[in-house]
Every structure is written in C-alpha cells, then in structure tokens.
Nanobody, 115 residues
Framework: QVQLEESGGGLVQPGGSLRLSCVAS????????MGWYRQAPGKERELVAV???????NYADSVKGRFTISGDNAENPVYLQMNSLKPEDSAVYFC?????????WGQGTQVTVSS
C-alpha cells in the first residue's frame, strides 16, 4: 500500500555532512507521519526524527541541533540533513511511514562516519 525508497547514504569523515532522501509512493493519503530511524550492528532500531504534514518535528536527543528533517509537498520526499557527523552516527538509516495501524519501511541506506 505504501512503498518507501531511501537514498543518499555513504562514507563521510567525522564532522562532515550528508543528506538522506526518502520517496514515498502508494496510499500516501493514509500516512499520519514520516520519519527516520537507524540501526547499528548489535543495537536496537532507534528513532532519529519524525515530521507530520503540519510541519511538527521531533528529534532524538542524540541528534538534536545537528540533524534536520524536512519535506517537500506533503512531506514527500522527506529529507534528513545530517551535519557534524560523529562515528557513533554510523548505522543503516531507514525511512518510516505510519498510518496509525501499520508501519512501512524502506530498504535502508548505509551511513558510515569514519576517518
């Protein structure tokens, strides 16, 4: 019903920047919010940032002040601008859409922060 595709991951130096994009297709009208999660090896998936169609934004404390979530029309595509990247930001980043009943996920994009 909803399909998501992320892009923009890669290898960056500590202190560098990266911009992730997520394009949604399908039953977009049913989406309540969109966001970004990440999962590092051996760790649980964690919320990074979310945005609603009304423009409300929430961030994990670990990325607040460094990451910015934004979107175009109806938050599609949705973006994650990541600045001042740290090695601990390394993870697979997943785009998420929630319709109040189901959660939809993209395939993930790898972000590696290393010197």
């Amino acid at each position: 019903q909803v399909q998501l595709e992320e892009s923009g991951g890669g290898l960056v130096q500590p202190g560098g920047s990266l911009r992730l994009s997520c394009v949604a297709s399908g039953s977009i009208f049913s989406i309540k919010h969109m966001g970004w999660y990440r999962q590092a090896p051996g760790k649980e998936r964690e919320l990074v940032a979310v945005i609603t169609s009304g423009g409300s934004r929430n961030y994990a404390d670990s990325v607040k002040g460094r990451f910015t979530i934004s979107g175009d029309n109806a938050e599609n595509p949705v973006y994650l601008q990541m600045n001042s990247l740290k090695p601990e930001d390394s993870a697979v980043y997943f785009c998420n859409a929630d319709d109040g009943l189901f959660a939809f996920w993209g395939q993930g994009t790898q972000v590696t922060v290393s010197s």
